[in-house]
Nanobody, 115 residues
Framework: QVQLVESGGGLVQAGGSLRLSCTVSGSIFSINTMGWYRQAPGKQRELVAIISIGGSTNYADSVKGRFTISRDNAKSTLYLQMNSLKPEDTGVYYC?????????WGQGTQVTVSS
């Protein structure tokens, strides 16, 4: 089993920054790709950014140039640095870890960007 715990969400003004963290525990060696997703009120969950075990990254067009995903394998932690935040970035942010046969989710952390 794998457990993912997010932290770092909060309330920030537009133009501000936040850094989200996701600590991974359990059978971490089964995890390859990790990512961040978000869900705004009344909308479907959407991909924000993903990073492979080798460090390759992909971002949603809406966050390119503003968000950076990274992972520290030694600390079993995934990060999302969010800069130049906009009100439309508001939502619950979820950490995701993918193994060959399973996908794991954290409980989510709320990010609210005020205008």
């Amino acid at each position: 089993q794998v457990q993912l715990v997010e932290s770092g969400g909060g309330l920030v003004q537009a133009g501000g920054s936040l850094r989200l963290s996701c600590t991974v525990s359990g059978s971490i060696f089964s995890i390859n790709t990790m990512g961040w997703y978000r869900q705004a009120p009344g909308k479907q969950r959407e991909l924000v950014a993903i990073i492979s075990i080798g460090g390759s990254t992909n971002y949603a067009d809406s966050v390119k140039g503003r968000f950076t995903i990274s992972r520290d394998n030694a600390k079993s932690t995934l990060y999302l640095q969010m800069n130049s935040l906009k009100p439309e970035d508001t939502g619950v942010y979820y950490c995701n870890g993918r193994a060959v046969l399973n996908a794991y989710w954290g409980q989510g952390t709320q990010v609210t960007v005020s205008s």
